[in-house]
Nanobody, 119 residues
Framework: QVQLVESGGGLVQPGGSLRLSCAASGRTFSNYVMGWFRQAPGKEREFVAS????????YYADSVKGRSTISRDNAKNTVYLQMNSLKPEDTAVYYC????????????WGQGTQLTVSS
């Protein structure tokens, strides 16, 4: 059974940094793309960042480009999203997701972790 479990959310002041984690289990993800999405209150879920588990193929939404980094640790089977220079508009529930490289639809989703940016 595939599981994606996010952690690391919390309350951060504007300008601060945070690293979100996504622990993946239940299968081999070498042929998968791992992604981060977010959903703010009253808004639709939006793409944040993605990368191939095998490396490369890194993409970012314009809203986080230059202040966010997606990475993974093979030994820990974990994907990370480092976010810097946080803004109140980054406040959202952040979700980890996985899809096969050859497909466009995301097969697996985590339960989400809340990030609140506020003073």
């Amino acid at each position: 059974q595939v599981q994606l479990v996010e952690s690391g959310g919390g309350l951060v002041q504007p300008g601060g940094s945070l690293r979100l984690s996504c622990a993946a289990s239940g299968r081999t993800f070498s042929n998968y793309v791992m992604g981060w999405f977010r959903q703010a209150p009253g808004k639709e879920r939006e793409f944040v960042a993605s990368m191939r588990w095998s490396g490369g193929g890194t993409y970012y939404a314009d809203s986080v480009k230059g202040r966010s980094t997606i990475s993974r640790d093979n030994a820990k089977n974990t994907v990370y999203l480092q976010m810097n220079s946080l803004k109140p508009e980054d406040t959202a529930v952040y979700y980890c997701a996985a899809r096969r490289i050859a497909t466009a639809s995301w097969d697996y989703w985590g339960q989400g972790t809340q990030l609140t940016v506020s003073s």
